[in-house]
């Protein structure tokens, strides 16, 4: 099925491109070619060029239709592949609500191009529109509404005349063993969200596709509303119970629950629709409940929503003058009622064994607004401090206790699968390859990341490839902003960050014979673009962008932004670097190669040349070497630089300028801490306080 032969690599745990049959990423690079590429894909599923057959979406008018069709449609249009949308004569028009998305993003030509390819069909439901027989239809997508007899119905409608039809359901919660087709279950946004839960008994062509074309197909088990579904529906019950326990309303239950986890689950239901959302939470708790028990119990206050289909904000946002705050007794109460049944719910799922504990983890974050995965959460916490959090919930709710309640699945917290959820890496015994799963730096990452360099190490590897993962992190945005809210508080938490993420990212040019940084996704930016530079190469594909968004945040580069890359470039450049910290801009890979990057060119040729250099082999590529020394005439102000837009980028860029003088004038030795006190100083001062780093710690603790 794909060109990805089994893994002659071992690994700290099993990478997850490996769930989905695309081997590991070792392999890859080793292989100089990723393992199925779009074209060979679309051939496999739709038939050859010339001779393709169509996507039918149908529900396409609904919002996981819609959102789906301008989503596949835009990917398959160059493939020649076209796209029927099919729904009901009378259902609202909600393509054409996406299409002024589209032309936002692919412009007015690109747009029409891509909806000329979009063959928009009606019937009655029963039988099936005449013309489909000629679009040759190869895959269905059905998007109906989630009721079982009604989507097995559709599936025999279709299958009487396209008996080889493939299909795969967009239920928010039914297995297949229950439908009778496969699952790829996708999470809202629909139009830009990329993630898929996958239901299949072997990874297939389809999900092969989806990965090639650039989204996440992420491999589930089999059981009742996968893993997306138990985590949102589950902690918006958990809202729910505490609500009915205490009477707190709604938008106040959602600050405290996004302060706790991330997510505002009340106010999710209301942008992605109540009317429908409310029915489809109700829909899988419902039958949840029916499988496991209690703990999955809808409240009466949901039964009522889901038929009703209120919004549970008040119009206009309306909130009372006087905004009581709770005591502390009373916040660990709350506490209680949402991690305890959120704890119990995953330990059902990892007794069940519902995915890779990264993919697991990483749903959650991905699409379900977690700030940190839940199994991140819980192993923080530990095993005994999870089992303690999950029966003090019972005392509060007893019916719970009696199902679905696993305390043992927490008992493997020290295995690699646990220690390394966004982490891994994998060698052949000579080159390492590390690879990470987030798209952004956080302390989970960093400690993770420490501990598969010294796995490699221990193992007496030298040479090392840094990148992300192929999969789950599809660009590398920057650190983690959540990360600098004790540092708008005290310059010695932002020390501890910055200093400590930039000892780390030191390893890479200090502890290894050879380290090849790889830019595989989109961008490279910020925290995760200067971890990268510290390696000995920096490599990228010919698509990506590399650059120091911070003074937009603003913040000032913590992990030696301000310094490094001066350090391992011509002077002839450094007014290039100066101007990419003033402006954030980002660069295209191939203007940044000489200064920023050692080779950039298409992925399989950058893959090779990857390898070359890792392992020893040819590659004509020079190395850059780190100026140990002060730097003498970086420059202060860059020509044309375009006017700042506010007094606080002005300032920014200031404080940016005054931080590159001082560490770039400093020997290598004191630099790091030079640029993560001046970062941090900039932090806990008023601008970064002011700015989105300050709001967004205002808005979610200081509540
Ligand atoms: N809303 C979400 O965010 C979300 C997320 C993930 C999965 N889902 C799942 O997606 C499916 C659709 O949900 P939705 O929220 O998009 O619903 P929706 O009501 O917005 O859309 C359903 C569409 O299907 C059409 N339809 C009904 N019967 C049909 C038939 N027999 N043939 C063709 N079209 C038909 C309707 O006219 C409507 O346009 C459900 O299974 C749901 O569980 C929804």
Redesign the pocket.
Known sequence: MTTATPSTATSMREPTLGTMGLGGVLDLFKGGKLPVDPATAIDRVFGPAGDRGALVI??A?????AGKTMQLGARLAPYGVPVVA???PN?PD?IGQQYAGLEAAFGREGASRIMSNVIRLTYD?KSLPRELKELKPKFLLE????ILE?KKA?YALFRESFPDIQIR?????FPMKELGVGVA????P?EINKMWEIVEDEPSDITHMLWALGMVPVRVSDDWSFVLDVLFCGVTLAGLRYHHASNMPFWKIDKYVRRLVGPNPFRAHDA?GAA??DF?TWSCLHHLSNVYGAVFTPTPELDERKDTGQNWYPPNHFRPLVDWKITAEEQEVLDTWVLGPLFQMTSLMLHEHRAHLTNMNMIGELCAQFRSGILALARKLGQERVVQIVEAYHRLHPEAADSAWYPDAYSDMGDPAWQQLYVNAETDGTVGVVTISRESYNSDVDLELNRALDWLKAKGVARVILTSDFHLSTQMVGADTSEFWPALESVEAGMHVAGGWSRTARRLAEEFEVSVGFVAGKRALGGMFELLSHCHYLIAHEGASLGFPEVRVPVVPGMEGCHWTFRKSAKEDWPKILGALLTGQAVKAPAAVGWWLDYAGPMDEALKTAWSVASGGEHGLGCRGVETGALQGVPTDVANLPEADSPATEATRQAIVACVQASSGAPLAEALDVQARLSSEFLAGPIARKGSVGQEYAKTVRI
């Open positions: 149908s529900g008018s609904g919002i996981v239709g099919l729904d009901f259902a909600g439901g998007a109906i509404p989630e009604v559709h359901s967009v239920t928010s919660g279950h996708p999470a809202f629909h992605i429908g959302a489809l």
